[in-house]
């Protein structure tokens, strides 16, 4: 079993800043790509950023420039996303999601998702 959680969710006024963190753990054998989506109340889920094990990003076009999505090199479980410039529109809950190859499936990689972390951005 794999256990995506995500932290660093909160209340924050418009302009301001937040950084996103999502921990991987359990039985992992390796991690693929890596992503953060989000839904607003009413809408569907939506992807943010993703991050590939090689370092490769691509962004929503609301968030580029705005937001930075990385992965921990050394600890290879970890992602963040930096998220400055809020606005309100940017209010939701945000997930974290993980291809990971599993030590009982590690030829194999399967979508796992976090329970997600709520964001507020208040105008």
């Known amino acids: 079993q794999v256990q995506l959680v995500e932290s660093g969710g909160g209340l924050v006024q418009a302009g301001g800043s937040l950084r996103l963190s999502c921990e991987a753990s359990?039985?992992?054998?390796?991690?693929?790509?890596m992503a953060w989506y989000r839904q607003a109340p009413g809408k569907q889920r939506e992807l943010v950023a993703g991050?590939?094990?090689?370092?490769?990003?691509?962004y929503a076009d609301s968030v580029k420039g705005r937001f930075t999505i990385s992965r921990d090199i050394a600890k290879k479980t970890a992602m963040y996303l930096q998220m400055n410039s809020l606005k309100p529109e940017d209010t939701a809950v945000y997930y974290c999601?993980?291809?990971?190859?599993?030590?009982?499936?590690?030829?194999?990689?399967?979508?796992?998702w976090g329970q997600g972390t709520q964001v507020t951005v208040s105008s």
């Open positions: 991050i590939t094990s090689n370092g490769r990003t691509n």
């Open positions: 359990g039985s992992i054998f390796s991690i693929n790509a």
């Open positions: 999601n993980a291809a990971v190859q599993t030590t009982t499936t590690p030829l194999h990689p399967y979508n796992y």
